[in-house]
T-cell receptor, first 109, second 112 residues
């Protein structure tokens, strides 16, 4: 599986937008970009996924670079509940997920 | 619906003891997965199943066995526990054709 690179940690203020970056320069044409998050003492939770086009859902938006070598998860208005570890994962259709260490997001009140 | 549930939530074992972790789901998942998560690290896949009666090895399968006799249940067994197996264990499920894995709340296992 292709690898992803994420910052270890990021900070944001409540009610401000958050842009979480992910680099994946060795992504293959069939790899989907998945984002999961893990709140403290809980199992991971699906956030969003995409292949080539930008995607929006009720939780977040996913912006994918034209060359697909990077992507950004966008939380439009961070809340204290969004404090979590965010994982960017590449996986082909039906493939298993390989979790890295993710980005620890801290949201300040 | 209960979703994905795990039993037990906590367990302490002595080295050499055995135990079975149960994952149950009522979401009609064809695919089920067992992961472990060590402190400060991401999840690592132990074993998985693509359907009732099937199992396959993941990234870190040594020391574990699994069974999927019924579609709704996926069991993870430790035959002879070792301190290196102290971890939090997560189960997950996914339906065929969906990309979203649903995770259980985890089992915290300590082996002394």
């Amino acid at each position: 599986d292709a690898k992803t690179t994420q910052p270890n940690s990021m900070e944001s203020n409540e009610e401000e937008p958050v842009h979480l970056p992910c680099n994946h320069s060795t992504i293959s044409g069939t790899d989907y970009i998945h984002w999961y998050r893990q709140l403290p003492s809980q199992g991971p939770e699906y956030v969003i996924h995409g292949l080539t086009s930008n995607v929006n859902n009720r939780m977040a938006s996913l912006a994918i670079a034209e060359d697909r070598k990077s992507s950004t998860l966008i939380l439009h208005r961070a809340t204290l509940r969004d404090a979590a570890v965010y994982y960017c994962i590449l996986a082909g259709s039906g493939s298993r997920l390989t979790f890295g260490e993710g980005t620890q997001l801290t949201v300040n009140p | 619906n209960a979703g994905v549930t795990q039993t037990p939530k906590f367990r302490v074992l002595k080295t050499g003891q055995s135990m079975t972790l149960l994952c149950a789901q009522d979401m009609n998942h064809e695919y089920m997965y067992w992961y472990r998560q060590d402190p400060g690290m991401g999840l690592r896949l132990i074993h998985y199943s693509v359907g009732e009666g099937t199992t396959a090895k993941g990234e870190v399968p040594d020391g574990y066995n699994v069974s999927r006799l019924k579609k709704q249940n996926f069991l993870l067994g430790l035959e002879s526990a070792a301190p290196s197996q102290t971890s939090v264990y997560f189960c997950a499920g996914r339906t065929s054709g969906s990309y979203e894995q649903y995770f259980g709340p985890g089992t915290r296992l300590t082996v002394t």
